[in-house]
């Protein structure tokens, strides 16, 4: 099992930058493929971005596509997510996915989840 603590959600203006980070609990970070999804208010669950095992394949959903950058240091067990140019409608709670078996995406939900970390984005 891995446990998963994003942090570094807040308060940014629109045009502005932030960038969350996920660590990961237990020594086989790397087994895992990595991912961050988004619920707004009212809104089912999202997927925003997603990063194969060793890094070397990202996948993002096209409303962030040339604004977010996904990236892993499995060393430090850590999974960012840059976010720029951020929108009023990025405002979410963002949550870090972690499955052993599978590349999270829209149609592939992953095993594991933290427990999310609010970006509000004002216009």
């Known amino acids: 099992q891995v446990q998963l603590v994003e942090s570094g959600g807040g308060l940014a203006q629109a045009g502005g930058s932030l960038r969350l980070s996920c660590v990961a609990s237990g020594r086989t970070f790397s087994s895992y493929a990595m991912g961050w999804f988004r619920q707004a208010p009212g809104k089912e669950r999202e997927f925003v971005a997603a990063i194969a095992w060793s890094g070397a394949n990202t996948y993002y959903a096209d409303s962030v596509k040339g604004r977010f950058t996904i990236s892993r240091d499995n060393a430090k067990r850590v999974v960012y997510l840059q976010m720029n140019s951020l929108k009023p409608e990025d405002t979410a709670v963002y949550y870090c996915?972690?499955?052993?078996?599978?590349?999270?995406?829209?149609?592939?939900?992953?095993?594991?989840w933290g427990q999310g970390t609010q970006v509000t984005v004002s216009s």
């Open positions: 996915a972690a499955d052993r078996h599978q590349v999270p995406s829209a149609t592939r939900n992953p095993g594991y």
